[in-house]
């Protein structure tokens, strides 16, 4: 067994006495740990959970007050970068930005926002698969907070019951707008699905441009990352092969 003065620090180990497991001396200063930590794990996309980390107080306040003290701390950050703040055109900038994040860009944190989905029988009797495809996606990487910009293409085989169309791309939404990584935004869409639907029969592709990729570090503006999730028949080559000749 360890012992119980040692910590861990996404990977890195330390001893009580401020030594790394490997003997050399430890950074005691905060900032010189996080920046030493950061050269460690560089770019790298560190997974989690298919859950958005939250924490267990996060609704202890109203959305009033995280708009105000969000505005607050990015008053700071601008007065760190050096900003005039009594110029007009900054001025309003904190309240501007903490509105968009608490009613905008992150309202999908907020399970109040999460969309009410009623199923209908299916009547038509369709038995294929129904796709929906590019729906518009727009969201933030959680590594930098800098959009991620997509679409997404879904698709379902009824086990009996149907949703209308638009609730497809609502569910989308939701979990987008939230800092995200792209891979646990396809799978809590699937999820989502599948909760809904009553069906494994589920597929997902996600198609985006990370802006943390294109405008900063190697700043390539051509690529972009796909991500997918198939269940239930979609396993079989004959339901992904006929689902993505459809979103190509």
Partial sequence: MKDDKQHYHNGLEFNGNGTKQNGTQAKPNGAEMASELEDFLGDAHIGTSKDTPMRADAWDITAEEKIEGIAHHFGKIMDLLGLDRTDDSLSGTPLRVAKMYVNEVFQGL???????????ENKYGYGEMLVEKNITLHSYCEHHFVPILGVAHVAYISNGHVIGLSKINRIVR?????????ERLTEQIARELKQVLQTEDIAVVIDAEHLCVSTRGIEDTGSSTVTAHYGGKFKEDKYKSEFLKHID
């Fill in 174 to 182: 939701y979990f987008a707008k939230r800092p995200q990584v792209q």
């Fill in 110 to 120: 907020n399970p109040a926002n999460k969309p009410v989905v009623r199923m209908f």
